[in-house]
């Protein structure tokens, strides 16, 4: 090491994005000035929002909802490299990942709306192309070839960690802990040589604890669950977690899908393409396409995990306690 650890500062930066927070977590020398990355992170995170975000009107992402069937869009680079990433995996998971499901999202209650019984029935007729088939990307533009409402919400946020921690970078910080709800990017090791520390959450909607402990270099998490964000339909509780087969919530899926990556970005969309494929269906996909992955199911008043990788089949990543994470 260049310093020793005593000659470095810890530091601990948040703000808001997209209805949550974004964090960073790493260590300076003492005569680091934070404000400047604190504005350059904060910045980063705006411009995914105001170009992926479902819920502002003014968005780059509304904007090509709005745009007609067969009539090529104009559309920022980051927002395109993210609906690149989107189609891809959408192809490689047979559907199961699936950017064109903002209507259903929306008619179901996860946007700015409330659920509504006709947009639902709406949703879910039959005949809808999935946006890996109904979306051409050219050069620069973006051509709808059949009715298709997107939706970034399974990507966005892990997009969003990929740039924190570009940012990071950017400043001259190699390594570091960034995150947006739970969705988290390491960079490098801890200034004493060691990883960093993160808690893969278990699925209880009751309280938050964790289930397990990960070690992290130059990677990054992603979990997807269904006990953090539901709605009530018909007195039912609902996932946010969309099926494209029916366009509708899932009725039936593992309790939580956590990945891991070199880019948070697929870690974000693989862990949903993996919730919506299901523990069995879900490992031989993990397997195919060489992802760590740990499935948790509900058995009983209790849970049977699936693990898929070299980091989760040789264990929970570390020994570290719960007190140790992101630290």
Not at 61 to 85: H, I, Q, T, W
Not at 237 to 266: E, I
Not at 267 to 273: C, L, P, S
Not at 308 to 316: C, N, Q
Request: net charge negative.
């Amino acid at each position: 090491m260049s310093k020793m650890f005593t000659d470095l500062r810890r530091h601990a930066l948040n703000g808001p994005t997209m209805g949550t927070r974004w964090s960073a977590l790493f260590f300076a020398p003492q005569a680091f000035n934070p404000a400047p990355l604190r504005a350059s992170l904060q910045a980063a995170v705006d411009d995914v929002d105001a170009q992926m975000s479902g819920w502002k009107p003014g968005s780059d992402l509304m904007r090509l909802n709005a745009a007609p069937v067969g009539e090529c869009a104009a559309v920022p680079d980051r927002l395109r490299r993210v609906l690149e990433m989107g189609l891809q995996i959408g192809r490689a998971s047979g559907g199961a990942f699936d950017i064109g499901m903002g209507d259903a999202v929306r008619a179901w209650g996860f946007g700015p709306e409330a659920a509504a019984p006709e947009r639902i029935r709406e949703a879910m007729r039959a005949g809808r192309v999935p946006a890996h088939e109904a979306l051409e990307m050219g050069a620069g533009l973006v051509r709808k070839q059949a009715p298709l409402t997107l939706d970034l919400n399974g990507i966005a946020k892990g997009y969003g960690v990929d740039r924190l921690a570009e940012t990071l970078v950017q400043h001259g910080l190699h390594a570091g802990l960034v995150g947006i709800d739970g969705e988290m990017r390491a960079l490098g090791l801890r200034p004493g040589g060691e990883p960093w520390t993160v808690a893969v959450e278990a699925p209880d909607p009751e309280r938050r604890a964790p289930h397990s402990i990960l070690a992290l270099q130059d990677a990054a998490v992603a979990t997807s669950g269904d006990y953090r964000h539901w709605v009530e339909v018909q007195g039912r509780l609902l996932s946010h977690t969309m099926d494209p087969a029916r366009r509708a919530p899932l009725l039936t899926s593992p309790a939580s899908v956590t990945v891991v990556h070199a880019s948070c970005m697929q870690a974000d969309a693989w862990a949903t393409a993996l919730m919506v494929m299901g523990s069995l269906e879900g490992a031989a996909m993990a397997r195919k396409q060489g992802l760590d992955a740990l499935f948790i199911d509900r058995i009983g008043d209790g849970f049977r995990e699936t693990r898929v990788g070299r980091l989760f089949e040789a264990g929970d990543g570390s020994g570290a306690d719960a007190d140790d994470c992101g630290t």
